[in-house]
């Protein structure tokens, strides 16, 4: 069903499975990803998206089935090595450092990124290439206007724009964002649509979120989670003219509807 | 974002940097004038000057790394067991014997941390205190080489860089240790101040976030912790430099509460809140024991609680909204 199916996949999954105790949260995905593609997730509460997300990054390990990055296997590779290889992720749950600025929030991932945040001796904050980086990430999420305000007291909204810079200060080749607009109103959740659209074209993005005028405008190819498995993946038209998922999953009014159920 | 127009430019805070320098030089002016105006009191403020360098290296765990721990003595008590032992076989370089103190420390630190930073929280707090207890036993069995229970009596250290005996009225003392302190002040100030120390701060605000920027949660954590052993036992070699005598104390849970009350009252995580803690602690000590010599402990409980229900960022958290009200009001 997959328009791009000419291109090497950067990440893929084979067979893919995971279990909380007897509960089957993940089973047989079968799922690849294609450089520069952007995907979106979507699914009932409970399909096991965010598990799925956490299967990739490597904050879960899974039950049975292979992931390959790159054609590499990288099933066993722990979280820390993974982020290197290029696997970058945001939260669906804002997970900043509170106290700290936003430029502080990403200059620490720049400095992770850059392998100079074990040095000893220099002053951090003083390395012009690294805070340039920190800046330039910044403004490409428009929030250079509120740089120096500790992460907890900014709006929601931009709590979930810096996410999204801290995750781009990591220079991931795939990009896992756990439903970046969550929380934020139907009616601005465009502002996240726009910094999306932004993105370097060469990084693969795979979303999931429950807006579904954002997953539709966003994405070229989606993939539909029920209880754990893919139950149908095609285009956004596609899906939408898809009988069953309307009936799963979108509810009768298709998705003009909004369905957050 | 709804409520909050991207238009508002906000204020970028003025840094006082000449004010700030000023208030720098505090501490270590206090510690001269003390030595200047109130003579015969030296080996105090030696004593005070011991406990804010173990303060300070607790506060690189409890302050910036977000570890607390209950066996900080554990770290303390090696140094200062080390540069004893060493002493009492002849060998009794104050400068040597120090260092060593740091190594065996830092070693000590290496394996107990090797253990417990793999645990957080709770399960943390009890492995740092098991493995306080575990060196107190091991000092007070091995008699040969502590004294045991009577403590390592009769050792003498040689004079300061060659030239500097310790004396009577602790005046060497005052003057090593306070330059030991100042040396260590700084090297804690450059480590903080650094990518390193930043990192530490992550690791404390949100570790889950911070593994997933890839950074290495454990080894940085673990680092962290042996450089504050090493620091830790720095001041418990001092401390049995300066008094010549080593008692079992050195290894007491007692002294890895009093020196976590001692930063509590002194504010954690702010670099300074040992130099206000320590002396703070001890004063109150003296003056409470004066007052009633066996309920004393009644009154430091009663200046604890006290502290964290009011005043939770100790000393510094008063000082620094004390200085925001100031701002606030020269501001129109």
């Known amino acids: ?261 | 974002m709804n409520q909050q127009p991207a238009s508002i430019t906000l204020p970028v805070p003025v840094r006082r940097r000449t004010a700030l320098t000023a208030l720098h030089a505090i501490p270590w002016a206090v510690a001269l004038g003390v030595y200047a105006l109130f003579p015969g009191y030296e080996p105090l403020a030696t004593q005070m000057f011991v406990m804010i360098l173990f303060a300070l290296s607790l506060d690189l765990l409890v302050g910036y790394a977000g570890i607390v721990t209950l066996g900080h003595a554990g770290l303390f008590g090696t140094g200062a067991y080390t540069a004893g032992i060493l002493a009492a076989h002849g060998f009794n370089d104050p400068i040597a014997t120090a260092l060593c103190g740091m190594g065996a420390a830092a070693l000590v630190g290496l394996l107990f941390g090797s253990c417990m930073l793999r645990t957080k929280g709770l399960a943390l707090l009890m492995l740092s205190m098991a493995s306080a207890f575990l060196l107190y036993e091991l000092a007070n069995k091995a008699t040969g080489w502590t004294g045991g229970d009577d403590g390592l009596q009769g050792i003498s250290f040689g004079p300061v860089l060659g030239l500097f005996e310790f004396d009577f009225r602790g005046r060497t003392a005052f003057f090593y240790t306070l330059g030991v302190l100042f040396l260590a002040f700084l090297f804690v100030r450059t480590l903080i101040n650094s990518p390193f120390g930043w990192s530490l701060r992550g690791i404390r605000e949100n570790d889950r976030r911070m593994g997933a920027i890839g950074c290495p949660i454990y080894q940085r954590r673990l680092t962290a912790y042996v450089i504050a052993a090493a620091l830790a036992g720095l001041a418990g070699a001092l401390q049995a430099q300066a008094t010549q005598f080593v008692a079992l104390h050195v290894l007491s849970f007692e002294l890895s509460g009093d020196v976590l009350v001692m930063l509590i009252l002194g504010g954690s995580g702010h670099l300074y809140g040992a130099f206000l803690g320590v002396p703070l602690f001890m004063f109150a000590q003296d003056l409470l024991a004066k007052q009633d010599p066996t309920n004393w402990q009644l009154g430091q409980g009663i200046i604890l609680i006290g502290m964290v229900l009011f005043a939770p960022g100790g000393m510094m958290g008063i000082g620094r909204r004390l200085m925001a009200a100031v701002r606030r009001r020269a501001r129109p």
């Open chain 1, 1 to 261: 069903m997959t328009e791009i199916v000419t291109a090497v996949p950067c990440l893929e999954t084979q067979d893919l499975c995971r279990f909380f105790g007897p509960v089957r949260v993940t089973g047989d995905v079968n799922f690849t990803l294609h450089p520069g593609e952007r995907r979106a997730l979507i699914g009932p509460n409970g399909a096991g998206k965010t598990t799925f997300l956490n299967l990739l990054s490597g904050r879960l390990a899974p039950s049975s089935g292979k992931i390959l990055l790159d054609g590499l296997d990288i099933t066993q590779t722990s979280e820390v090595r993974r982020i290197k290889m290029g696997i970058g992720r945001t939260f669906q749950i804002t997970s900043l450092f509170p106290k700290l600025t936003a430029r502080q929030n990403v200059y620490l991932a720049v400095a992770e990124c850059e392998g100079i945040a074990g040095a000893f001796f220099r002053p951090a904050f003083s390395h012009a290439p690294q805070m340039e980086r920190a800046d330039e990430l910044l403004h490409r999420v428009g929030l250079s206007d509120v740089a120096e305000i500790a992460a907890e007291e900014l709006p929601y909204g931009r709590q979930r724009l810096l996410e999204i810079a801290v995750a781009l200060a990591l220079r991931p080749k795939i990009l896992l964002l756990d439903e970046p607009a969550a929380g934020i109103p139907t009616a601005e959740s465009h502002v996240i649509l726009d910094i999306l659209e932004t993105l370097p074209k060469e990084i693969a993005v795979c979303l999931i979120d429950h807006d579904m005028d954002l997953v539709f405008r966003f994405a070229q190819t989606i993939t539909v989670l029920v209880q754990g498995t893919v139950f149908v993946e095609g285009t956004p038209a596609e899906i939408a003219a898809d009988e069953r998922v309307r009936k799963v999953y979108l509810g009768e009014g298709g998705h003009d509807g909004h369905a957050a159920a």
